[in-house]
């Protein structure tokens, strides 16, 4: 039988009336900015992250540059992000002015660690971008142990659990996206930003309105970059079904760990005290574009992510002039995302499976030949 990459429908087909309502109810109230909606979400997404606030704008892009620029982040500064990851982890820190040192990852949970960090430090060094992974966590508390401010990229752990905290409570700051895909996803762009400390907020919460506390004096130059009403009526609908989500998540990935899969495939590993909401499930093989052409004619979802990773792109090459990240590297070229939704059975998981051993035979018996 297919099985999708992903599968946003069935979880929110339950909730297809609340939404209606909840988008109904904004449309009625004529409040379209900055409203009692995006107010009522930032209190609630604070609450559930465990941290004092959290500040709604348009994207998870625009959340690391605004975070990055609240925490004082400017021209003259380096700022530690990791290359395998979305490209605009890195994107969002020349427009603050800094420049982006590259580090590489840990092979088994594909995060940042304080040894890739430590390696990567410079004199200029001021801030650390640390990604959650596919829904694992980096070693936050190490990394800050390095004495350099951490701003946690949580685009793709929203659900996740460990011993420490939530993510987007571990850091100075952290940033969040909602784009529809997320394991908290709005109907189209959304981001947030959450913190603990109060200066910080208040300084996101005027960059992102033009850089002015009051819309009469303006104080910075700043953006034009809030959370929807509509988009922030569609997530309170949702956060309440988050955590039965992530567990949804966590289950797929032991279906797939009961079918077998680990026996044909390095299967990605939770950090230590980590319980990962797993965005995306990356396994490793040698041979990754063979079974994914394989995969695809069985009627499998499965994509390859960062095969470019962000050291080695155009826009990137002369930052990263001459940095070497072979972990990272090798990353790249073996890593493939398999289908992983809160709905995945142990059926699909089982078909996935045997699709993954099918792909192998074909594979053994064409090397015999």
Not at 4 to 15: K, M, Q, S
Not at 116 to 125: D, E, G, R
Not at 176 to 193: E, Q, R, T, V, Y
Not at 331 to 352: D, F, G, I, N
Request: hydrophobic content about 45%; glycine content about 8%.
């Amino acid at each position: 039988m297919p099985v999708p990459l992903f599968d946003t429908n069935t979880p929110l087909d339950p909730l297809r009336e609340q939404i209606e309502a909840a988008i109904a109810d904004v449309v009625a109230s004529r409040r379209f900015i900055l409203g009692p909606q995006v107010a009522a979400f930032e209190a609630e997404f604070a609450a559930y992250c465990g941290t004092r606030h959290a500040v709604g704008v348009a994207n998870g892009t625009d959340a690391l540059t605004i975070a990055l620029r609240a925490m004082g982040i400017g021209p003259g500064d380096d700022v530690i992000v990791p290359s395998f990851t979305f490209y605009a982890t890195a994107e969002a820190v020349p427009p603050t002015g800094a420049r982006p040192v590259f580090c590489d990852v840990d092979p088994d949970t594909y995060c940042v660690s304080a040894e890739t960090v430590a390696a990567a430090l410079t004199p200029a060094t001021k801030a650390v971008v640390v990604v959650h992974l596919f829904g694992n966590l980096a070693p936050v508390a190490e990394i800050e142990a390095l004495g350099v401010p951490v701003l946690e990229d949580a685009a793709q752990a929203a659900g996740t659990r460990s011993g420490a905290g939530r993510p987007g409570s571990l850091g100075r700051a952290a940033t969040f996206s909602f784009f529809p895909s997320k394991n908290l996803g709005c109907f189209g762009d959304g981001g947030a930003i959450t913190t603990d400390d109060d200066a910080l907020a208040a300084a996101v919460r005027m960059l992102r309105f033009h850089g002015s506390h009051d819309k009469v004096t303006y104080e910075h130059v700043g953006y034009n970059s809030r959370l929807d009403e509509l988009q922030a009526a569609i997530l309170r609908v949702q956060l309440p079904h988050l955590d039965a989500w992530a567990d949804g998540r966590r289950d797929a990935a032991r279906h797939y760990d009961e079918a077998g899969l680990g026996e044909l495939l390095s299967l990605p590993a939770a950090a230590k005290g980590c319980e990962p909401a797993w965005h995306l499930y990356v396994v490793r093989t040698d041979r990754p574009d063979e079974l994914a052409a394989g995969l695809r004619e069985r009627e499998i979802g499965c994509k390859a992510y960062y095969r470019l990773p962000v050291h080695r792109q155009p826009a990137m090459l002369a930052i990263a002039d001459g940095v070497q990240l072979p972990v990272t590297d090798d990353l790249a070229r073996t890593h493939l995302a398999l289908p992983m939704t809160p709905v995945l059975s142990a059926e699909q998981a089982r078909e996935v499976t045997a699709a993954v051993r099918a792909v192998s035979l074909d594979h053994a018996r064409r090397s015999r030949a």
